[in-house]
């Protein structure tokens, strides 16, 4: 834009203040689509349905009336596209969804709303047209099965296709076509529980001419120009089953590291079948893996590659053929141990004299394999009358082993060590220590083997070679106090020998609680150590801390620790319980406002607590900026506090705070009062908003409300900014405002001079005494005018932008605007109107002038804005005008019809004088596509005329009154006979005599 056209800009600018309440509007909602569709149709009066092929890009336009401007967003019923978040089309008017599948039809939904009533929705099912490949699939008669496939005399030859819409199926062998009672040998039928999905071919009773190459031709009719599809099938009699065999040792043992091979082979099957592998229920292959056909490579197998694959062969005769693999990975892991008082004596210590056992469990794979020996002391340790060594069952159990001490003696304190191996290798073996010793022998430094005789005594001093678990709370800890974001540990003190490992749990709590304290707990878990049998919910701690870290408000409760039955005592589980208190701050709302305010108003600020703990003893700080205004103490019935402004002055406007706080901190409201003016809203419904000023530029007519003008200071001004499209450089100017701005008042502005197509940002932004309030933008783009609003389009030319008619470019001059009050007195007379259609002087119409340098045959052509029929492809319009042909020197007056995509058609037709009067034209049009009307005057043989035009409307439907006929040429009026001339001149002369 140039210094002097942007000077002409800033110039050109003029401001319309009109009271209009009705501008605000609720929504209204239409749903048209873009691009070639299958099939537009009307499911019912306000649905429709709109069909597209698979792969193909879908894009609906839902396009919306009502001010403020509404909000749109599309949702999809049945799940699918729009409950994912990232969609960009769910808020936009426009849904586009490039290569479509079939998962995406559905029921689409548009809604509307600006706030204004009840917000606006519209719908549109999308019906998505595939046709998948066809399957043949070949099987015989269940109760006649022999050895070879096909001794029976009844085979089925099913064909299956995926499609929408429903599939036909057609059946052919060889060259011939099939059907129905044409070969007595065969029956074509479609079973009842398939829907008509599949067609079957029965060939009864097996012939010799059966054996020939068959076709399925699957078809929808090239509904959406879908191709039929074909599958083939050549039906022999060496036409078997698929049958399969393993190459390879049931179950497969392998070492962690090593390459494992499956090789699957095809023994039986015509045609030859197809081999791959899967594991069960859908789990994916090892990331590592190769298969090729019947080969599968795992590479480095790990633990984790171990279980079941499935080898599965199939040629679509019959039943595919499956066989299965268990792949072994050599390894020791969860290793467990636990001591077991004396069976016979309900008492949970261990006496000399009496009998103790030590259990260690080790899990193994293959459990076949697994080997234990005990060591005590380091020293190999062989099953004796006292010390008897067993194993359990490897079937009922596997991988326990047991050490039962008999009559336990002092000799037999020491480090007992099970350790347990796999016989062929393949991982580190695994070994637990268990020590039973006296601490108070060796603590005293006095041993009973001093005097033979206290020999009582010594049993009485020594019954405690292994010490059952006591579990206790240390002091003034069963209740801790913590805030939101520590760090905490709850400690539970055991004793023992051996050592037992605690376990922690919520207490009644619920699975999700235990599940947060499970995520936020950072406790050490040995090696090798297993999950807590009793409780999923459970976490281990072997010192007997549980360390939580952030802890939150929902960690907050009653928390259990007891001893575990594996790694120490196999006695009744100890346990103890610790509350754990978590403070907050206050919750509290709003956590952030803004509230607008005019000078010298009053207003009030409320802050409410929601939440907090301890909830009591809170107080309440209100401060302006840094300046404290006032502070005091909630009661026990309240759960808010308020601030009161009187009169808001200057000083007034700022950032208000409001802290309530307990002992772990303080929630904040903040209020930022301001003098701010509302954003306006752009009026986006302007009928007739564009219009061609010249050639190569055009103007807009910008109109907007203002929101909430009665809410702050009067607005002085509006600053009005405008940045062409890709270019950095704004054009401002400021609009004044004369007096108060009503709620609904509808503010105009022209630009003018916006150069041909360039597109404009345009920003607006209102001015108080305060200052600037918020801005808001929005782009005028160029291009065709496109009124979709037929059954409300009429056109009187009272506006300067024609209601959106334009000058065609390829015409000899243009049509005029005028009015008879502003007409030139020199104009020439006996032609043209004297007035507008409905006879005022101050009316305006369209006409050609054709005065000097006009010339006969010049043309004059009026393009209507471009109309959009979204689904109403074919309907019918009624195009009616009034047109004034008055002089002697008429020409002709000519409606086309333009459409997207085809040649101009003449659709009415009207020359010669028709009198000093306005005359109505009502036309039917067949619009198939969008459309524009255009009228054309020609210029007759003088400057006597005037050819003028006045009210157009294009309504939807027939048109009411009998319309004109097309094409009717009406020559002038034919002179009167001759002997009337001769009477007539006769009289005058008389007349003229007398």
Known sequence: MGPLVALAWLLSGVVHGVHAQGVYAPPTVRIVHSGQACNVEEER???????????ETLELVCLVTGHPRPQVRWT??????????????????????????????????????NGMGTPAIRSIRVDVYFLDEPLITVHQSVGDAKELFYVERTVFLRCVASSNPPVHYTWRRGRQVLSQGADAGV???????????????????????????????????????????????????????????????????????????????????????????????????????????????????????????????????????????????????????????????????????????????????????????????????????????????????????????????????????????????????????????????EEGGEGPFRCWFCFLNWTLAWHAVAVPPELTVPRGRSQIIAQEGDAVELQCLVSGKPKPVILWARVEESPAAVAVVAAETAVGVPA????????????????????????????????????????????????????????????????????????????????????????????YEWKLGSRLLTVGQFDEQRDDTHYQVRALNREGYGEYTCDISNEAGAGRCTFLVTGKAYPPEFYYDTPGALWQNRPRTYGFTLQWTQMEPAGVDRILAYRLGICQVGQGRWWEQ?????????????????????????????????????????ATERLIAYSAPVNPHLREFQCAFEDEALCLFSQDKSDDFDWTRHSAASRDTKYTPNTGPSADRRGSKQGYYVYIETSRPRTEGDKARLLSP?????????????????????????????????????????VWSLSGNQGDRWRRAAINIHPSADFQVVLEGVR??????????????????????????????????????????????????IGRQR
Not at 245 to 259: H, I, Y
Not at 584 to 593: K, L, N, T, Y
Not at 880 to 887: K, R
């Open 528 to 619: 090798g150590a297993p999950p807590p049998p009793e409780d999923a919910g459970q976490t281990e701690s072997p010192d007997g801390v549980l360390r939580l870290t952030n802890v939150t408000r929902e960690m907050g409760g009653t928390y259990r620790c007891q001893t575990s039955q594996y790694n120490g005592f196999n006695v009744k589980p100890r346990q103890a319980l610790i509350q754990l208190l978590v403070q907050f701050p206050p919750v509290v709302e709003p956590v952030f406002s803004e509230v607008r305010q005019a000078l010298g108003r009053a207003f009030s600020l409320t802050c409410r607590l929601l939440r907090a703990h301890p909830a009591r003893l809170l107080r």
């Open 187 to 441: 029956d074509i039928y479609e079973p009842f529980f398939t829907q008509g999905e599949t067609k079957i071919l029965k060939l009864k009773n097996l012939r010799p001419q059966d054996y020939a190459n068959y076709t399925c031709v699957a078809s929808v009719r090239n509904v959406c120009d879908i191709a039929d599809k074909v599958a083939h099938f050549n039906l022999n009699n060496r036409t078997a089953p698929p049958s399969i065999k393993l190459l390879l040792d049931e179950p497969l043992v392998a070492n962690p590291g090593e390459t494992v091979t499956l090789v699957c082979v095809a023994s039986g099957g015509d045609p030859p079948p197809t081999l791959r592998w899967l594991r069960p229920g859908g789990e994916p292959l090892p990331k590592r893996s190769v298969s090729k056909g019947g080969t599968l490579t795992i590479p480095a197998v790990a633990v984790d590659d171990a279980g079941a694959y499935s080898c599965l062969a199939d040629n679509n005769v019959g039943n595919a053929a499956r066989k299965s693999a268990n792949v072994l990975v050599r390894g020791l892991r969860k290793a467990r141990f636990w001591i077991t008082p004396d069976p016979y004596h309900n008492d949970d210590h261990i006496q000399i004299g009496r009998e103790v056992k030590i259990s260690c469990q080790v899990e193994a794979t293959p459990p076949e394999e697994l080997q234990f020996s005990w060591l005590k002391n380091g020293r190999p340790l062989r099953s004796s009358e006292r010390m008897v060594i067993t194993h359990t069952d490897a079937e009922m159990s596997p991988g326990v082993t047991n050490l039962d001490i008999i009559d336990l003696k002092f000799t037999d304190f020491g480090t007992y060590t099970c350790v347990a191996l796999l016989r062929d290798g393949g991982s580190p073996e695994i070994s637990i220590d268990v020590n039973i010793s006296s601490t108070t022998g």
């Open 940 to 989: 007759g043989a003088g400057i006597e005329g005037d050819i003028a035009v006045d009210d157009v409307t294009i309504e939807e439907g027939q048109c009411k009154d009998p319309p004109s006929n097309n094409l009717i040429s009406l020559a002038p009026p034919r002179p009167p006979p001759w002997w009337l001339l001769r009477l007539t001149l006769s009289l005058t002369l």
């Open 45 to 55: 009066p306000s649905e429709r349905v709109y069909t597209i092929r698979e792969g």
């Open 734 to 774: 400021e609009i004044p405002m004369e007096g108060n701005i009503h709620k609904g008042q509808l503010l105009t502005h022209n630009l003018t001079e916006l150069i041909k197509p360039e597109s404009y940002l345009v920003r607006l932004t209102p001015i108080t005494r305060y200052g600037d309030g918020d």
């Open 76 to 113: 999809k019923t049945a799940g699918g596209a729009s409950e994912r978040q990232g969609d960009s089309w769910a808020h936009n008017d426009t849904l586009k969804i490039e290569r479509i599948g079939r998962h995406q039809g559905g029921r689409y939904y548009c809604k509307a709303d």
């Open 866 to 906: 471009t109309f959009n029929t979204g689904s109403k492809s074919g309907a019918t319009y009624c195009l009616a005008f009034y047109y004034h042909m008055y002089g002697k020197h008429i020409g002709s007056l000519s409606v086309f019809l333009r459409q997207k995509g085809a040649s101009e058609a003449s």
